[in-house]
């Protein structure tokens, strides 16, 4: 079983998290729309920085990320972007602060269902 989770942190913790549909490919439209959740995100859990615009995106150099539909959608809401240098592995934050932490603790578990997965994902994400 393979569960996609699509989460966004800052240094308080995850901001938005979402599991994707059984199934969904991460396209240029999908991320658009997880976009639009992440702003809904930052204005419930982050006001602060909501009202004073001063949050930053950093995402990798995906298709979908470097879209223009999704280029434009940030650059229409002013949302700033840190851009991710090609081959770049140290700007990566995920890959040591976030995807650690899951997999220490969920390594050589089974489930048997993937609701199982998605729940002690998301405890193990606070």
Same mark, same amino acid.
């Given at each position: ?30 991320? /658009?729309?997880?976009?639009?959740? !992440?702003?809904? %995100?930052?204005?419930?859990?982050? #006001?602060? +920085? ?34 991710? /240098?090609?081959?770049?592995?140290? !700007?990566?934050? %995920?890959?040591?602060?976030?995807? #650690?932490? +899951? ?24």
């Amino acid at each position: 079983m393979k569960v996609l989770l699509i989460a966004f942190f800052d240094w308080q913790g995850v901001v938005y998290h979402e599991f994707t549909p059984n199934g969904q490919t991460i396209n240029k439209e999908y991320y /658009l729309d997880v976009l639009r959740r !992440l702003r809904e %995100a930052i204005r419930e859990k982050r #006001p602060i +920085l909501w009202r004073c615009n001063s949050w930053v995106l950093h995402h990798d150099n995906a298709p979908a990320h470097r879209s223009s539909l999704v280029s434009d959608f940030l650059e229409k809401h002013g949302t700033i972007t840190v851009p991710q /240098l090609p081959y770049s592995s140290d !700007l990566a934050p %995920a890959d040591y602060f976030l995807f #650690p932490k +899951l997999k220490m603790r969920l390594k050589g578990r089974r489930f048997q269902v993937i609701e199982e997965i998605k729940k002690e994902s998301l405890s193990n994400l606070k």
